[in-house]
């Protein structure tokens, strides 16, 4: 299922096509696209060229990914663990540099996995961002150091079918995306 931004300008197509479903079909994503995807987060742009983003990528069936589902919350779950990858976001809370605290660490990850969710488009796949989860657990679970920060999960794969979600989830799959205006924006 397509769901492609109803945008008042020209756009490029990417951006325009990313969407967030929850319906996903499980089957296993080539490791080439999943490179891809990382790679796109590689080239993000960051404060001092920090690149403060970092990533656990769990397949469905490997430890990893049982323990980032196991750290979504249960609405989450029901709807991610079909999802053939899940991505936990972390950021380094400081400056490798000078042991400063990197006041635009989440920022600079955020930018990294906005481009990451853009290039699954263009891999053909589907991304879906969660904040639902709870941190510490995944950080407790994957034994994350200190300095890092679990910010956020992103299921990636396949589009499925709606029918295999519950009816709830079946409404908000196909209700329209809405956004404020530009001069709602623009202080
Ligand atoms: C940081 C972040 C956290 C989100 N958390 C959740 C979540 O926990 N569960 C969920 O179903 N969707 C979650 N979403 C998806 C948003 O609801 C979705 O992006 C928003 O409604 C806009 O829809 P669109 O992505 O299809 O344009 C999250 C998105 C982002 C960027």
Redesign the pocket.
């Known amino acids: 299922m397509e ?1 492609p ?1 109803n945008t008042n300008r020209n756009i490029s197509e990417n951006i325009k096509n ?5 319906a996903f079909d499980g089957k296993p994503i080539e490791e080439g696209k999943l490179l891809s995807i990382l790679e796109a987060g590689r080239w993000a742009a960051s404060a001092f060229n920090e690149q403060p983003w970092r990533f656990v990528v769990g397949k469905k069936g490997d430890e990893k990914y049982e323990k980032i589902l196991a750290s979504l ?1 249960e ?2 779950r029901q ?1 991610a663990g079909e999802a053939p990858v899940l991505i936990l976001n972390l950021a380094k809370r400081t400056f490798t540099r000078n042991g400063k605290p990197n006041t635009t660490a989440l920022y600079d990850l ?1 930018q990294a996995v906005a481009g990451m969710a853009i290039e699954a488009v263009n891999q053909e796949l589907i991304t ?6 709870d941190m510490e657990k995944a950080e407790t679970l994957l034994a994350v150091s200190d300095d890092f920060q679990a910010v ?1 999960v992103m299921a990636v794969g396949t589009a499925g079918n709606i029918k295999n979600l519950s009816e709830d989830m079946q409404q908000m799959e196909t209700s329209t ?1 809405e956004r404020k205006t530009i001069e709602e924006l623009l202080f």
Do not use: D, E, L, T
Not at 18 to 22: A, G, L, V
Not at 128 to 133: A, C, D, E, N, P
């Open positions: 769901k931004a990313r969407w967030s479903p929850r919350i609405w989450n709807w955020g879906h961002q969660m904040s639902g989860f956020s995306r």
